[in-house]
């Protein structure tokens, strides 16, 4: 199923953020685009099984995503350098964008550069389990416990990719 990259797509006030935020970005020098929008569920399902039950990459963390809800978007940079190394550059946009009511994924999570979400979400409230199996919770829990992995919620996104390459592991053991 191929990506939706419409800002109409979008829900309505977000859109308003987005398409304020792409402007603002083009007058302060850096030009921006959409490169998805709008993700319907079963998309989403398919990137999910992708490096776990279909061949390929793990991409995603979750089938909870806010592009589902018409509430994220991925972008890239016009330019020679669609996803800069200079991470001052990321930080510039995350900051016009932040002033919009938009939150980036790398102040949230610490990953996805690329994607950026409207602001105040549930999904923020709750990033750290989606879609990872109750016993790798249950592991992650055990090993927080232990002190092997930190209970700071800047570190959840550590917990997650652990959970994730537990899941691989036992999928490889044939669980
Ligand atoms: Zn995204």
């Given at each position: 199923m191929k990506q939706i990259r419409e800002i109409s797509a979008l829900e309505e006030n977000f859109r308003?953020?987005?398409s304020a935020w792409l402007e603002k970005c083009k007058n302060a020098g850096v030009e921006i685009f959409l490169t998805e929008t709008f993700r319907p569920?079963?998309?989403q399902n398919e990137l999910f099984a992708q490096g776990r039950t279909a061949p390929g990459k793990i991409v995603t963390w979750t089938k909870?995503?806010?592009h589902t809800k018409k509430l994220a978007v991925d972008i890239a940079f016009?330019?020679?350098e669609l996803y800069p190394r200079n991470h001052k550059k990321w930080e510039k946009i995350a900051e016009i964008g932040k002033d919009l009511g938009i939150d980036w994924s790398f102040d949230l999570f610490k990953v996805e550069k690329c994607h950026?979400?409207?602001d105040g979400s549930k999904f923020k409230e709750k990033p750290v389990?989606?879609?990872v199996p109750e016993w790798a919770q249950k592991?992650?829990?055990k090993m927080q416990d232990l002190k092997i992995i930190t209970k700071d919620f800047n570190d959840t996104m550590p917990t997650f990719r652990?959970?994730?390459i537990l899941d691989k592991f036992l999928d490889y053991l044939g669980k």
């Amino acid at each position: 199923m191929k990506q939706i990259r419409e800002i109409s797509a979008l829900e309505e006030n977000f859109r308003k953020k987005v398409s304020a935020w792409l402007e603002k970005c083009k007058n302060a020098g850096v030009e921006i685009f959409l490169t998805e929008t709008f993700r319907p569920q079963e998309r989403q399902n398919e990137l999910f099984a992708q490096g776990r039950t279909a061949p390929g990459k793990i991409v995603t963390w979750t089938k909870n995503s806010m592009h589902t809800k018409k509430l994220a978007v991925d972008i890239a940079f016009a330019g020679a350098e669609l996803y800069p190394r200079n991470h001052k550059k990321w930080e510039k946009i995350a900051e016009i964008g932040k002033d919009l009511g938009i939150d980036w994924s790398f102040d949230l999570f610490k990953v996805e550069k690329c994607h950026f979400q409207c602001d105040g979400s549930k999904f923020k409230e709750k990033p750290v389990f989606d879609g990872v199996p109750e016993w790798a919770q249950k592991s992650c829990q055990k090993m927080q416990d232990l002190k092997i992995i930190t209970k700071d919620f800047n570190d959840t996104m550590p917990t997650f990719r652990f959970a994730v390459i537990l899941d691989k592991f036992l999928d490889y053991l044939g669980k």
